[in-house]
């Protein structure tokens, strides 16, 4: 299921969750879990990834940290890759983050400068 964005083409999926019962044409009621009680729980197929089932795949459900406001804190992990982007008149120092709750695919390029202010304890002193 999808659930929010951060940046530009970084989809953000918690799950995975049983359907109940298709509404529309394009609208399907999941069941959620309990920590999820004050999300709606009828989605657009658009929001929805299929899960393809795997006899050896063990599924790891960590619960997210939601706000009252039904947000949460993303976190950093740790650091994967430092790039130095040339453009036409400057270098942009890059930084390639993976995030709390995301797997190793939806780790996102994140300005190195903005990362080291925000989370100094990933940068070596």
């Not at 619960?63 to 009252?68: N, S, V």
């Not at 780790?107 to 990933?122: C, G, I, S, V």
């Amino acid at each position: 299921m999808k659930f929010g964005k951060k940046g530009k083409l970084a989809p953000r999926f918690i799950g995975p969750f049983e359907i109940l019962e298709k509404v529309g044409a394009v609208t399907y009621r999941l069941a959620l879990s309990p920590s999820l009680s004050e999300v709606h729980n009828v989605f657009h197929v658009s929001m929805l990834r299929k899960y393809h089932p795997n006899p050896s795949h063990v599924l790891q459900w960590e619960p997210l940290e939601l706000r009252i406001d039904m947000s949460f804190k993303e976190t950093p992990i740790q650091i994967l890759y430092h790039q130095v982007r040339q453009l036409r008149s400057k270098a942009v120092p890059l930084v390639k983050v993976l995030w709390r709750y995301h797997d190793l695919e939806e780790a996102t390029w994140e300005h190195k400068e903005e990362m080291k202010a925000m989370y100094p304890n990933l940068f070596y002193p």
